[in-house]
């Protein structure tokens, strides 16, 4: 190509890509400023020098030298390298900051409202059903109508943490009786979780059982997962897809890359799992600062990594996965799609070398409803009745 050598070739071709995603980057924070403009710069520079690197040695040895030119052009891209990283955490830092003000403001409104809810009922045990939402207008009401509120001596609360929507999302909730907590931004999908997180504790939930807003988790299924939790057999409890059969509305791809990174998980945490990414799932009240993150979109292996370091005791039970009632998956979006991956390596690094978040405000645990004993059995109460949506069954007795 052009007369180049395999190296200049090999770089030519690092470079060009590099400038497409710089590029892309700045299209897709809309930073148009100086950062993007800048690296783009930069990178034309040495793609030039690349195709012509008689100039780059004639500029700085008055002659050519190929050896001398390339150990120059080593110099510039890990220059470019060191400014692209410096850039990169200083926009995290500012995003971490960002998240952060948004989400105590967030809290701060809800505080007068999440006070009021946080006395349990004597002799009840209470149990935070979470969900985080963004833009589900068209399903939530009917997540929200099929759940419960008490169940024997369980009090079920339901949190809706709306992340920024532009639709009637949280006005909905609020006329479903949810409690809801209402960032006034986008912060992504792991953000409101985190606000779920300080929110669910200072309601003094015993346990906490995180579910979809689109209406893809069965209610059916809410005990099932429970149950270990209030027998004390797990401290979190994921429901799997793949336990049983495998949803038939998830593509090929997404089945893979689940199980590309479930099996990541178990290797690097010595879990068993078989479904790393399920959004249904619940931990006791106690664990949940052990898998706090720091990932503010995509958290899952994250969460699971912070839960093997902290010695969290995790299991699953097997779930069905419905059809979405509306909106779309997180991954309708090309970009989105493509940035799972390097967000998911930013994970596994920032799990093995950050400390976990930490919440002061996290409130002292309520100790209404202590651990049993030893060898003591506690018989979960079970729904009052098993509903079934489309052909989808969740009846235990038919597991």
């Avoid at 935070?128 to 399903?139: D, G, K, P, Q, Y």
Wanted: hydrophobic residues 45%; aromatic residues 10%.
């Amino acid at each position: 190509m052009f007369g180049l050598s395999l190296l200049q070739e090999v770089l030519f071709t690092a470079l060009v890509l590099l400038l497409f995603f710089t590029l892309f980057a700045g299209i897709l924070r809309r930073a148009w400023a100086f950062p993007a403009i800048f690296c783009s710069l930069l990178l034309v520079v040495m793609i030039f020098f690349d195709l012509f690197p008689g100039v780059l040695g004639y500029v700085i040895e008055g002659q050519p030298g190929q050896n001398s030119v390339y150990l120059r052009f080593d110099i510039l891209l890990i220059a470019f390298a060191v400014l692209a990283y410096a850039y990169a955490t200083r926009e995290y830092k500012h995003h971490q900051e960002f998240a952060g003000h948004v989400r105590s403001q967030a809290l701060a409104l809800a505080e007068l409202m999440l006070e009021a809810q946080s006395k349990v009922p004597s002799g009840m045990t209470r149990v935070v059903i979470l969900i985080t939402a963004r833009n589900e207008a068209e399903s939530i009401g009917e997540v929200l109508a099929a759940l419960p509120t008490q169940v024997g001596n369980l009090e079920f609360k339901t949190l809706v943490v709306d992340d920024g929507s532009s639709d009637a999302t949280p006005l909905i909730a609020r006329e479903a009786g949810a409690l809801v907590v209402r960032h006034g931004t986008s912060l992504g999908v792991g953000a409101p979780l985190t606000t779920g997180f300080v929110a669910a504790m200072q309601l003094n939930c015993q346990y906490l059982i995180h579910i979809d807003a689109d209406g893809q988790h069965n209610p059916d299924d809410l005990m099932r997962i429970l149950a270990p939790l209030i027998e004390g057999r797990a401290d979190m409890i994921i429901g799997s897809r793949f336990r049983e059969i495998r949803p038939t509305h998830l593509s090929a791809t997404r089945s893979i890359g689940i199980r590309l990174y479930t099996r990541l998980v178990n290797f690097l945490t010595g879990y068993t799992i078989t479904d790393a990414t399920s959004g249904y799932w619940g931990i006791r009240a106690e664990r949940i600062p052990d898998i706090s993150f720091h990932a503010e979109y995509n958290f899952a292996v994250e969460m699971l990594l912070r839960a093997g370091k902290n010695k969290v005791r995790l299991d699953e039970v097997p779930v069905v996965q419905l059809p979405r009632l509306g909106g779309h998956s997180q991954f309708h979006s090309i970009s989105l799609f493509l940035l799972y991956h390097p967000r998911a390596v930013a994970q596994i690094i920032s799990a093995y070398t950050r400390p976990g978040p930490k919440f002061p405000i996290f409130p002292r645990v309520s100790k209404s409803d202590p651990l049993p004993r030893r060898g003591e059995r506690v018989t979960p109460p079970h729904l009052l009745e098993t509903r079934v949506r489309g052909d989808a069954h969740s009846d235990p007795a038919e597991k």
